[in-house]
C-alpha cells in the first residue's frame, strides 16, 4: 500500500509540474508582449494578439 501511494504521489508531483511549466511559458509569453499576466484573461490576450 505504501508503495502504490508512493507512485501516486509522484505522478500527482509530475502533473503539478507540467502545470507549472505550462503556467511559466504563458507568463513569459505574457511578460515579453508587454502584457500584464491575468491566468483568468490568458485566452482574450491570445485572442486579441
Do not use: Y
Not at 508512493?6 to 511559466?24: C, F, G
Amino acid at each position: 500500500m505504501h508503495h502504490l501511494m508512493h507512485q501516486n504521489s509522484e505522478k500527482d508531483l509530475k502533473d503539478t509540474l507540467v502545470t507549472l511549466l505550462s503556467v511559466i511559458a504563458t507568463t513569459l509569453a505574457d511578460h515579453s508582449s508587454g502584457e500584464i499576466p491575468h491566468p483568468e484573461d490568458s485566452e482574450d490576450v491570445w485572442i486579441a494578439d
